[in-house]
C-alpha cells in the first residue's frame, strides 16, 4: 500500500465501496496502467481469523479461475503478500437481485425470464466443471437494466463426488450456507450433490415470484425445522399472476427428498425455456396500472382545488403525454356540462318554489246588489215599528211601493193583498240606539193613486211562492 496514497493498493486505486462483510469488503478500483475498473474483494485486515478468511479467499479464487462462462463474474486474479490480501474481478455495474427486489419487485419480473435461465445456465456450467455451490441465493445473483446476469461467490464451493466416493457418501464436519436456503440434507450434514444446488435453486425462484421465501420463522431453528418437515406452498398464493406449471416446477425443486428433485439444472433450465411463468405480461400489466394510476391523478387533480403545486403537475403531465392532456379536456368540458345542468335544474326549483309560496290576489270586490225586502211581506208596507229617519223622505207616512223591473216573458206581480198577516219577523218597537218613530194619525193619509196593473192569475197548485222566482240580482 502506497505511503502517498491510502487508497492505492499496488497498481489499483480504491474508489468506492460495493459490498461488505465481516471477512472482506468489496471495492470499485481503477487500475493505474490501464484505467481499468475492476471489482476488488479486499480481505479486512482485522478479520476475527485472519488466516481462515485468507484461506477462504483463495479457496475462491481457486474456483473462480476454473469458470468460464457468460452468466459467472469473471475472475482476474488472487493476489496476497505481506501488506495485503485481495481477489480482482470483472466489475459488473448492477445492484444484486435481493436489492432489486426491495426496491422494484416489478422491474425484476419484467426480465424474470433472462433472470432465471440465466441463474440455470451458470448453474449449469459450474455443476459440469465438478462444482457444488452451496451458497446459491438472490444476494449472489446481479442483472443489469439489459437483462444480463452474473453468478458469484464461490467461498463455499466443494467439488463433487464422482465414482466410489459418491457412493460410499459420507458427512460434513459442520453446516455452512444460508440458513434460509440452505437443503435438508445439508442440515443433517449429508455430502451435498447437485440436488442440494436445486433445492436452493427453488427457494431464490420462490422469493423471487412470490416477494418472501417459503419457510418463515421467529428463530433460525424454527427455519431449519420447517426446511425438514414443512411442505411450502405454491409460489401463486403469494402472486396469483404465476402460472400453475411454474408452480409445479418449483414445488418439485422443493421437494424434501433430493431423488424427487431435477436431475439436474439443465432439467430444470429445459423446463423453464418450455413453461410460461407468468399468466399475463408483467410490462402490458404494470403499463395498464400506470395508466389508471395517471387517470386516477388527472380526475384527483380536475376534482380538487388547484394550488400552484397540483397545477404545476398537472402541466406536466399534459405535456408528457397528449393522451392525457385530452383525457383532461374532455373530462373538463364534461365537468362543465355538469355544472351549467346543475345550475339550470336549480333556477328551475328555485322558481317552482318562489310561484308556490306566492300570496293569493284579494278578489276583487263586486258591487253590493240593492238589499231585498222579506219574503211573504207586502211591498210599500213599512215594517211594523219602524219608520224612516227623520230627514228622509218619507217621515211620517207610508213608503210607497218601487216597482220592480219585468223580466222576459215574466207577467208583473202586485203586491199581496192587505188582509195577509204579515209574519212577525223582527220584534216590535225600534233597535237599540235609534230614536222612536213618531206617533202614527189615526186615519192615514190616502195613498197616492197607483196605475192600475192587471190582475194576477189564479194560483195554481204547485206554484213556487211569491218572490221565489226573482232572481238574485236585480
Known amino acids: 500500500m502506497s505511503e502517498e496514497n491510502a487508497n492505492l493498493i499496488d497498481d489499483y486505486e480504491r474508489i ?38 485468507k484461506a477462504s479467499l483463495k479457496h475462491e479464487a481457486s474456483v473462480a479461475k476454473t469458470l468460464q462462462h457468460p452468466n459467472i463474474i469473471h475472475f482476474e486474479r488472487f493476489v496476497t503478500h505481506r501488506d495485503a490480501t485481495y481477489l480482482l474481478m470483472e466489475y459488473f455495474r448492477a445492484p444484486n437481485i435481493k436489492q432489486q427486489l426491495k426496491i422494484n419487485r416489478s422491474a425484476v419480473h419484467a426480465r424474470i425470464r433472462p433472470l432465471l435461465e440465466g441463474i440455470c445456465g451458470a448453474l449449469v456450467h459450474v455443476h459440469e466443471k465438478g462444482w457444488i455451490h452451496r451458497d446459491l441465493k438472490p444476494d449472489n445473483v446481479l442483472m443489469n437494466r439489459a437483462g444480463e446476469v452474473r453468478l458469484l461467490d464461490f467461498s463455499l464451493a466443494v467439488k463433487r463426488k464422482e465414482g466410489i466416493a459418491k457412493m460410499l457418501g459420507g458427512k460434513m464436519s459442520q453446516i455452512q450456507g444460508t440458513r434460509t436456503y440452505i437443503a435438508p440434507e445439508t442440515i443433517r450434514k449429508h455430502f451435498p450433490t447437485v440436488q442440494t444446488d436445486i433445492y436452493s435453486l427453488g427457494v431464490t425462484f420462490f422469493e423471487i415470484l412470490g416477494g418472501r421465501t417459503p419457510f418463515q420463522a421467529p428463530t433460525p431453528q424454527e427455519v431449519l425445522q420447517k426446511h425438514l418437515t414443512q411442505a411450502p406452498i405454491p409460489p401463486s398464493e403469494l402472486n396469483p399472476n404465476v402460472t400453475p406449471e411454474m408452480d409445479r416446477l418449483v414445488l418439485k425443486m422443493l421437494s424434501k427428498k433430493p431423488a424427487d428433485r431435477p436431475a439436474d439444472a439443465q432439467e430444470v433450465l429445459t423446463e423453464l425455456r418450455r413453461i410460461k411463468i407468468f399468466k399475463e405480461d408483467v410490462e402490458e400489466r404494470d403499463l ?19 394550488d400552484s403545486r397540483a397545477d404545476a403537475q398537472l402541466a406536466e403531465l399534459m405535456r ?6 385530452n383525457r383532461y379536456q374532455a373530462q373538463r368540458q ?3 356540462e355538469r355544472i351549467d345542468k346543475e345550475e339550470r335544474r336549480r333556477s328551475k326549483a328555485a322558481k317552482d318554489r318562489s310561484e308556490q309560496s306566492a300570496p293569493a290576489q284579494p278578489p276583487v270586490p263586486q258591487p253590493m246588489a240593492a238589499p231585498m225586502p222579506p219574503m211573504g211581506y207586502p211591498m210599500g208596507q213599512p215594517f ?6 227623520p230627514g228622509y223622505p218619507g217621515a211620517g207616512g207610508p213608503v210607497p211601493p218601487m216597482p220592480y223591473p219585468q223580466q222576459p216573458g215574466m207577467p208583473g206581480y202586485p203586491p199581496m193583498p192587505a188582509a195577509s198577516p204579515p209574519p212577525q219577523m223582527f220584534p216590535p218597537g ?15 193619509p190616502a195613498p197616492p193613486p197607483q196605475p192600475a196593473r192587471p190582475a194576477p192569475p189564479a194560483e195554481q197548485d204547485g206554484e213556487l211562492p211569491f218572490m221565489t222566482e226573482l232572481p238574485d240580482v236585480m
Open 430 to 444: 225600534p233597535p237599540p240606539g235609534y230614536p222612536a218613530p213618531p206617533p202614527a194619525a189615526s186615519q192615514p
Open 384 to 389: 211594523p215599528g219602524w219608520g224612516p229617519m
Open 16 to 53: 468506492t465501496p460495493i459490498a461488505g462483510g465481516s471477512s472482506s469488503t468489496v471495492w470499485d478500483v481503477a487500475e493505474q496502467r490501464t484505467g481499468r475498473r475492476l471489482a476488488m474483494k479486499l480481505l479486512n485486515p482485522k478479520a476475527q481469523n485472519v488466516a481462515e478468511a
Open 288 to 306: 395498464s396500472k400506470k395508466q389508471s394510476e395517471t387517470a386516477e391523478g388527472v380526475e384527483e387533480l380536475l376534482t380538487a382545488r388547484l
Open 334 to 336: 364534461a365537468r362543465q
Open 320 to 325: 408528457a403525454n397528449p393522451e392525457v392532456e
